[in-house]
């Protein structure tokens, strides 16, 4: 076997370090979280560490909006950035942040449940460290995370996964996976404990409904789907028909009962509150997509899918339209909207009234830059 001299070797690693160099300050701003604007609705912001002190000064430690009603009622929570890839769900709890009023019950909304996942991104898959929404005063720009926790944040992974209530085995690296913590534990590793505060906080505020907002690969089963545990069906059922009723085609499955760590089985399980969990439809996802990066985030259009959809290999129709973030955004804003109104239609008691969130068909028609904050 022919040897690398010694100079070749030295200009390789001197080569190898100057890209290091060069690409740092990218990898470093992952770590500086995205500006949120607190919006007028917002009664008090406080950090998922008051709920569990331990994750005070730690990356999994994030922001939680209080947005209180005049009136009492029943409370909503709503998660998005369990999994910092999944952009629809993260701007969707932005567009409540910034927009939302409530008239009668409470709004809980934690726009990065994972706030570790977006401090880096899967190198093998090609994904953007970016993206940007195009407002009228200009583009603002959000990250593109992780599935899981970041491995420096959580080392090492173990090789098999056992979940701390179910006593279910998964790969090692599921235990980063907060959708796969549930109900967490408090002495347990970072995710674990980042999912024990977020089943603490339903407990101690008396969380009515949880609303988990996600996204899928267009070939995924379970897509543009509602998912609900056994005691939410009759509440999602209402909502399924409201959104029929508003033009947004949407499934409905009942939670597994044999599948734990989850947050639609666990919540659920474990606290008093009604346990839903939401999936959209995004490319980029998916295992057939083309070039990966901000656009396709943003623009949800993919001649491959395209492709596999006119060979009916897709769960969800897919045209030259695609799904873009607008689209996806707006079928979360509108499923939170249908479930606050079909609470009430269950138990008055429980009732949730918002205002200044943005219908579905407002957010399509206008596209979702003007209805957010620009960069500052």
């Known amino acids: 076997m022919t040897s690398i001299p010694a100079a070749r070797g030295a200009a390789l690693l001197a080569l190898a370090g100057l890209a290091a160099l060069a690409s740092a300050p ?11 604007v607190r919006g007028p609705g917002v009664t008090a912001q406080w950090r998922l560490s008051s709920i569990h002190p331990a994750l005070a000064g730690t990356p999994g430690d994030t922001d939680v909006f209080d947005l209180a009603g005049g009136r009492p009622g029943g409370t909503l929570l709503v998660l998005g950035g369990t999994h910092g890839d999944e952009p629809a769900g993260y701007l969707a709890a932005v567009v409540l942040v910034e927009r939302a009023r409530v008239e009668a019950g409470r709004l809980i909304v934690i726009p990065r449940a994972n706030a570790s996942g977006f401090t880096h991104n899967v190198a093998q898959e090609g994904h953007p460290q970016r993206f940007a929404i195009d407002t009228p005063a200009g583009p603002r720009w959000f990250t593109f995370g992780a599935r899981a926790t970041n491995p420096v944040d959580e080392w090492p992974d ?9 006593g279910q085995t998964l790969a090692g690296s599921e235990r980063r996976n907060l959708n796969r913590a549930y109900p967490g534990r408090p002495d ?11 089943t603490q906080l339903i407990v101690r505020e008396r969380v009515t409904l949880a609303l988990d907002l996600h996204e899928a690969s267009p070939e995924y089963p379970v897509v543009n789907t509602i998912v609900a545990h056994q005691r939410a069906m009759d509440l999602a059922a209402l909502a399924a028909v409201r959104l029929q009723e508003a033009g947004v085609e949407i499934g409905l499955e009942e939670s597994p009962r044999a599948l734990g760590g989850l947050s639609h089985r666990e919540w659920g399980d474990a606290t008093g509150a009604y346990a839903v969990l939401m999936e959209t439809t995004s490319p980029i996802q998916g295992r057939l997509r083309g070039r990966t990066d901000g656009a396709l985030a943003v623009s949800g259009r993919d001649r491959f899918y395209e492709a596999a959809s006119r060979r009916n290999r897709l769960s969800v129709p897919f045209g030259p339209e695609g799904w873009p973030i607008a689209v996806r955004v707006a079928r979360h804003l509108a ?7 079909s609470l009430g239609d269950l138990d008055p008691a429980s009732a949730i009234e918002l205002s200044g ?20």
């Open 26 to 36: 990218a990898f470093t701003r992952m770590r500086t979280p995205d500006r949120l």
């Open 188 to 198: 347990g590793r970072l995710t674990e404990q980042i999912a024990h505060a977020v």
């Open 335 to 341: 499923g939170a909207l249908a479930f606050a109104a």
């Open 357 to 376: 969130v943005p219908g579905y068909e407002e957010v399509i028609a206008r596209g979702l830059g003007p209805l957010m904050e620009p960069e500052r």
């Open 158 to 166: 173990p090789l098999v996964y056992r979940l701390a209530r179910s």
